[in-house]
């Protein structure tokens, strides 16, 4: 899938989900048809060049894809001089969030972006601004209370699309796996190891030797892991891991204990610059690739045809509106490069 | 000049804030000798030993090393030409070998690292050399004190000193401790180094020293010879003119209401302490620094707990807690006020109040204006300057500070007070203040037993003088018998006329 | 003659604030904003309740750091009592009672080991956060679960009454009562002495052991009043609840003029410290700064709070020592006089 196909698509499915949103009082069966409460007019008319604020707070300034996210977004508006987005450190802690939520509610922002740190503590904040008109749009990490979108990547197409593809590599059925997974408290956000597993039960593609749940996501827990799953089973053919760290880990286990490293495909998932150097220097066979850049981008464009269309997401009941399933891709050692080149990531430190 | 002078020092002057307090000192000592130095606190022995080693500067006066005339300025001076000083508390770094802290701060390097074997050896040799009882590679923090004075000396000696100057040495040594440090000081001797002693104790003056200095008010008074001096000399000498008495005050002593103290025992300090003190009448309880005075007296308030034997008031025991003391009545002026008895931020009216809030609040919560009235006449009755109840007393005088800690407890009418050196660093004018303050107190009956060093108000003030010796009560001098020269042979122990030996 | 020091500097603390405010005030529209003001409000009562039983701690010559871990383990317990649908006096009394017994142990540990304050209350700190990690809700496979309170009547505790959030009232209510405390009982008095100089305290009859204890405990409470407060507010608990706290109570304190080491300061400068580390959060936010730079103002603003306090100790100092060597000479001056008429007479 070439980049801008990829690019294509998450555009359309942002543009659907808003006209979906847009008509949501005359649609039907779907999430939106419920309670949406839509203006007659804008928020604020972004098109006729009106003011528009926003400001994007994500977990802390150290988040690794904030500053992708944010290019992402820029690149969004940045024909749209009448747009400002600024952005809030809330140093990896959700009382410094909720204490920026209402920063932002008092300096009166039309549009809120946040990756949630707790799901549940910034409920009361996110419904205090949308009850006074702010559209909030959660990316990647959700919180439970309403809210107007929810933008991230998929996960079980990812582990699905994943398995597919490496059911293609080894070619055979009942090929030896370990899935290395998040725990049990994150496999409802996180569906990874569930698509991959759907496919192999629907195949016969793969043995599931293991569901391995870790964690922290790290190199040290990725390697520690492997390695006790390495000793563990003597045969294996595919080491599943649902994120890049882990992989990369596993790859050093598998570095460490001696054995033939081609022998055994360690995937990954979400394709963060460590993670595509690793692939274009073998270490590790492929990941589920996507570009930060893209969630920023959808993000912006999402919050701007509902601020341009008058709808934000407050008493539309439990349940938060549109939720913005973003694809990805498999990069391998045979994409590797091409992805890089088009990837928005600071590859600066690795000499592509 | 029939001896070989190793030090010399000419007409030395100092005075602090216009106050003279070294008067043309001449001091001379021979290479190879042991040289005492001796004179009553505030005599001036530690500022001309700070001077000579570089602490302070002259203000007038010259110094001769070898005969040759040199400036010492600094500490680094001082040890350019040979003056070496072993100081009370010992500098060692207990974490370190021998070796280590001999040459720490001046290791022989080799190639950028310590050359651990060169330092080793020439440690080895100079222990060799004098026949010191020492390993080069024990741990400091595994010696006994006298082992690692001896480790002091030897790092003294490898910068070459030629005069070592060594400050009480013997105060934290046991009796077998002390005679290991007197030979080898005696060893140093043979091999023609100096020493310049300071103690207060005479035995150890007879025991070790060939010559004397003694000094009194910042002059040197006498310079004699150990050997022949008779004890007496040196202590008329220390004390200078015996001030006449002045009309001996008879007590009004309560025969019925009394401390009693009975086989006390602290640790090794303190043993077969037994003694009355009366109400009506001032006891003194003399004896060397560090002859256990102080401990004493924390038994008797509480501050120390862990004692044996029994303490009774009347006859009923005496608590251990403080708190529970104070209650009934008890009150305490502390030797070192700056970090016993005083608050430094806090005010002049919160320094009095302090003891008292359980007559001056009521269900806690204090009254502000009997606090404001108690203290306000505390501070009238005994004359607290400046007399502003809100000024924190770090600002104010030494005298005044120990006024206020009087107040505190004066102004409560306490029953037992004890006063552990009441009058270091008071000036004169109110000293005299104090001691009427104290007497005022001890004729309406309350118990005051005060320990002091300075002899002439231990004679002066006290009705009765108990001397410490080798941690038990070795005279007591009754009825005001007790004279300046008396006190400080009993506590060097050697038993004056005047008093009983008990 | 009077000698207003405390309140003297209280007023630095303050004019820091009005300088801020001011300046806040008039670069950043929305800072006067009434909504702002409350919000301002409420994170400083979070502080400053806690700054209250710091303050405790700090004038007996103490220092706790512990405070975040007392605030994760009892908000945690807190969490969990009301999602049981327990009432919430019965919620805030449970966790008063454990923050308590937080407090008790620091306190405890400290004395009975003598050990040293600052790397003690560091160790138990992390403690406390590891019981909040025991007590939080667990799924089977002991994954830990964000839990959502739903329970009507501890919620209120997060809400306002006409704008005044209760925890802000709870803030001032608590700061009216320690500075009481510490300025009109034995306790307080006794707890400045302990910090000017615990060995004369002790000499003096005053318990210190059971006093400094006493501030530990005080110091806890508070901590889980705090934590009772913004876990209602927050509707749930998590585990980085209280992060940070320790350190930040502490600063507030040392700003609004309680000095570290004891024996000076009251509640009501901790009050405004609070104020003004809140303050100097919120203002910062305003300008749309970049990160690095907002941590690099919003040190350079404590560092000039702190200096202005140093300054202002080094002023008071000569002032008492000029004012002390006046009267005396002043005295001096009388008494010559009086003896020469004396002498005359």
Known sequence: ?352 | MAEELILRTENICKSFNGIQVLKNVNLEIRKGEIHALMGENGAGKSTIIKIITGVYTKDDGEIYIDGEHVEINNRHDAAEAGISVIYQELSLVPELTVTENIFLGHEIMKRGLPDKKEMRRQVQALIDKYGFILQPDTLVATMGMAQRQMTEILKALSTEAKLLIMDEPTTSLSASETEQLFVTMEGLRERGTSILYISHRLEEIYRVTDRLTIMRNGEVVGVVDSKTVEADTVTSLMIGHELEKTGVRVPNINPDHYIEVKDLQLGNLLHDINFRAYGGEILGIGGLVGSGRTELVSCIYGAIKKYKGSITLDGKPVSRSVSKNIKAGFGMVPEDRRTEGFFPQLSILRNITISSYDRLSRGGIVNGKAETDHAEKAIGDYDVRPAMRRLPVQNLSGGNQQKVILARWLSRDVDVLILDEPTVGVDVGVKAELYVYMRRLADKGAIIIMVSSDLAELTEVSDRVLVLHNGTFFQEFRDHKATQQAVLLASSGVAAKEGEVL | MKISQKFTRKLITLGLIVILSAIFALSAPSFLKLRNIQEILRVSAYTGIICVGVSFVLIGGGIDLSSGGIICFSGIVACRLACLGLPWPVVLLVAVVIGAACGFFNGWVITRFYLNDFITTLATGFVFTGFGLLTILKDESGTLMSQEIKNKGFLLLGKHISGFYYIVIVWVVLTLIAWFIQTRTRYGLHTYAMGSNSKSSEMSGVNVRRMKISTFTICGACCAVAAVFTVAYQTTAYLSLGSGMGFNAVAACVVGGVMLGGGKGDAVGAFLGAIFMTLVNNGMYKYGLDTSWQYVFQGAVILIAIMSDAGFAAFTARRLKALAEKANAEEALLEAQARAKGGNA
């Open chain 1, 1 to 352: 899938m070439k980049t801008s196909k990829l690019f294509a698509t998450v555009l359309v499915i942002v543009l659907a989900l808003c006209l979906l949103v847009g008509c949501g009082s005359s649609g039907s069966g779907s999430a939106a048809e419920t309670k949406a409460e839509t203006h007659d007019k804008p928020i604020i008319d972004i098109n006729g060049g009106a003011a528009c604020k926003m400001a994007y707070i994500p977990m802390g300034a150290g988040q690794e894809d904030f500053p992708v996210i944010l290019k992402g977004m820029q690149e969004a508006i940045a024909l749209y001089p009448n747009i400002t987005l600024d952005t809030y450190d809330a140093g990896f802690n959700p009382s410094n969030q909720i204490d920026l939520m209402n920063e932002c509610i008092t300096q009166g922002v039309n549009v809120i972006f946040l990756n949630a740190m707790d799901a549940t503590a910034l409920n009361s904040t996110i419904a205090e601004a949308e009850e006074t008109g702010i559209v909030v749009i959660t990316i990647n990490n959700g919180a439970s209370g309403a809210h107007t979108a929810h933008i991230q990547n998929t996960t079980y197409d990812a582990g699905y699309d994943a398995a597919k593809y490496i059911a293609g590599i080894t070619g055979k059925t009942g090929a030896k796996t370990v899935i290395l997974d998040v725990p049990a408290e994150l496999k409802l956000a996180c569906l990874m190891g569930q698509g991959f597993e759907d496919y192999s039960k629907e195949t016969g593609a793969f043995e599931i030797l293991e569901d391995y749940a870790q964690t922290i996501t790290s190199i040290e827990v990725g390697y520690q892991a492997a390695s006790e799953v390495l000793t563990k089973y003597k045969d294996i053919d595919v080491l599943y891991c649902v994120n890049d760290n882990t992989a990369i880990g596993a790859a050093q286990a598998i570095d460490a204990a001696g054995r033939e490293k081609a022998g055994i495909i360690i995937w990954g998932y979400s394709g963060t610059p460590g993670a595509l150097d690793a692939i274009a220097q073998n270490k590790i066979t492929g990941t589920s690739y996507s570009d930060p850049f893209y969630e920023g981008y959808a993000a912006m464009v999402s919050a701007m045809n509902f601020v341009q269309l008058g709808v934000v997401g407050a008493k539309l009941g439990n349940d938060f509106y549109a939720n913005v399933m973003l694809p990805t891709k498999n990069v391998t050692a045979d994409n590797v490069l091409e992805t890089i080149r088009s990837a928005h990531w600071d590859m600066s430190a690795y000499n592509y």
